[in-house]
């Protein structure tokens, strides 16, 4: 599936560094399988990922997301400036694939999220601690 195959979209899919992701959501993904991910840029740059598909989803999971991050594509595309994009699924022949969306947005990996949330809870433990002692 390609989109600017004919025109140049001039995407600019970082917004600025606000964006560093493809998100992808699945109806159904009965096999486990690839997409790849072949963002191009006129001047000459593109950019190549895949995202691993664990397949075994029969209905619609509105939580389950699979991430591809600008970072861990190889290549030298300019994000702030995407002219096509390639997207190539690979999966057993008889599977059923339903995507619901394709987003490009910000995404914070998992392990990264638990270290924000290091913080948040010490200052709730700090927090319980003074007020305890108040009492």
Same mark, same amino acid.
């Given at each position: 599936?390609?989109?600017?195959?004919s025109?140049?979209?001039?995407?600019?899919?970082?917004?600025?560094?606000?964006?560093?992701?493809?998100?992808?959501?699945?109806?159904?993904?009965?096999?486990?399988?690839?997409?790849?991910?072949?963002?191009?840029?006129?001047?000459?740059?593109?950019?190549?990922?895949?995202v691993?598909?664990?397949?075994?989803?029969?209905?619609?999971?509105?939580?389950?997301?699979?991430y591809?991050?600008?970072?861990?594509m190889?290549?030298?595309?300019?994000?702030?400036d995407?002219?096509? +994009?390639?997207?190539?699924?690979?999966?057993?022949?008889?599977?059923d694939?339903?995507?619901?969306?394709?987003?490009?947005?910000?995404?914070?990996?998992?392990p990264?999220?638990?270290? +924000? +949330?290091?913080?948040?809870?010490?200052?709730?433990?700090?927090?319980?601690?003074?007020?305890?002692?108040?009492?």
């Amino acid at each position: 599936m390609s989109y600017g195959f004919s025109t140049d979209l001039n995407a600019n899919l970082s917004q600025n560094g606000t964006n560093n992701s493809f998100r992808f959501l699945f109806d159904v993904a009965d096999f486990a399988g690839t997409i790849q991910v072949i963002a191009s840029t006129t001047a000459g740059g593109s950019s190549t990922g895949t995202v691993n598909i664990a397949g075994g989803l029969n209905a619609p999971d509105p939580d389950r997301w699979d991430y591809l991050f600008f970072s861990s594509m190889t290549g030298g595309a300019d994000f702030s400036d995407i002219d096509r +994009l390639d997207f190539q699924f690979e999966t057993a022949q008889n599977s059923d694939w339903t995507i619901k969306e394709i987003i490009v947005g910000f995404t914070i990996p998992e392990p990264g999220l638990g270290l +924000l +949330l290091v913080p948040v809870l010490g200052g709730i433990l700090y927090l319980r601690r003074r007020l305890s002692k108040k009492a």
